[in-house]
């Protein structure tokens, strides 16, 4: 059986062994610093590593770690960074915490002398910084760049500047990308982007040089409340452009993609919810199920939600508007508990994720207590199929390497108990 294979089964909620997913995705990944470790660990050429997403600053996994890993799925993903510059041009750069990595062209740092490290939209010093490494810190906060606000002259459009058709420099990349995952014998991810309604990651746009319209975090969350016709015309502008691109890149890819990776939006905190049941109705729901709609119409592909935290009493919702897949499936989160998620919603949708619990465990805990937590979570998620081992969200630098083979072998062995 092809690792693809393996994939689709637990797509088809198909009995089997559990498939697996490492770096498929920017919230399925590891960062750089774990994945320099585990190349020395099993012993592959020890040269930089690949900063293939810099705001969180993960690692390509290249083809000879994912065999190590045993990863069943490969991730192909947009021309441009979060930070508005191209993954090419690669030169090497010393991170402050004194690792070797390769950086793209556009990674044009500003580093003071406090350790703290600044980066630029599109690779532009002369526009202000948009994201932030602080001294000590392994990864880049955005800076929130929002100019003072005028209810007035307040104008939707300047909320879709980053929702554009397709341009060919776009089709030459995505034509590459399904072309060196053809053949691969993984389950194909595909990550096109512009379909995550406020997403509040992209809210503060890193990758403009001058951001326009409401960008400050905080102003978003009130404008679900205050401003809802802004946020409207704000999505329904963003779900038209995605449906025309979806089109685009559907003729492209063809059955080579697996699973589209529609929503990076978080609606949990570790408690909680960022809006109500009803909210999401109202204000979420009708987008998504005019892209979930397409995507089965149109293709076969499944459709992937991602949403940290306490998102228990929106599964059904999120079921509802047609997303197959839901990760990272924070367990550690209020009323997320394995056995029940499993019980009450396994039948209806994929959980890709919640492997482990990375705030705690994978971090912090013993090599012994990773593999109990793993093969719990494995026994708890895996009958019936319609499970894809991930960690929940990506692994963290410091992470010990021990920590994570640890859990790359408890794996292991529950599927070959399995079989």
Known sequence: MTSREKVRR????????????FGSTGVTSLHVSCVAALRRHYGLPDHPVKVCEPFQMLGELEEDLLA????????ISGRSTMFGFANEGWREWRAPWGQVVLVPEGFRPRELPSGDV???????????????????????????????????????????????????ADLVHWAAELDRVRG?????????????FGDIALVPAPFLRRPRGIRDVGEWYISLVERRPYVHAVFARQCEVALENLAVFAALAGDTVD?????????????????????????????????????????????????CGAVRPLIDRFIGVGFDILNPVQCSAKDMD????????????????????????LPFGTPAEVRAQVTDRLRAFSPGGGFVFNTIHNVQARTPVANIVAMVDAIRDFNGRAT
């Open 184 to 196: 691969s014998g993984r389950a194909v991810h595909a990550c096109l982007g512009g379909t995550a």
């Open 118 to 168: 600044y980066l630029f939209p599109a690779g532009d010093t002369a526009a202000p910084a948009s994201g932030h490494l602080p001294a000590g810190g392994y990864f880049f906060d955005a800076i929130v760049r929002q100019p003072p606000l005028d209810e007035a002259r307040l104008d939707p459009a300047e909320n879709c500047e980053e929702f554009q058709p397709l341009a060919p």
């Open 68 to 75: 190590a890993l045993g990863s069943d799925c490969a991730g």
């Open 338 to 361: 394995p056995g029940r998620l499993k019980a009450d919603f396994g039948d209806r949708i994929v959980f890709w994720g919640g492997g482990v619990d990375t705030q705690h465990t």
């Open 259 to 307: 699973v589209l990776c529609v929503c990076g939006t978080d609606f949990g905190t570790q408690s909680s919810q960022f809006c109500s049941p009803e909210t999401f109705d109202e204000l979420f729901a009708p987008y998504y199920r005019r892209i979930n709609d397409w995507v089965h119409r149109h293709t076969g592909w499944r459709t992937f939600k991602h949403s």
């Open 10 to 21: 637990a797509l088809r909620h198909e009995a089997g062994p559990v498939p697996v997913d």
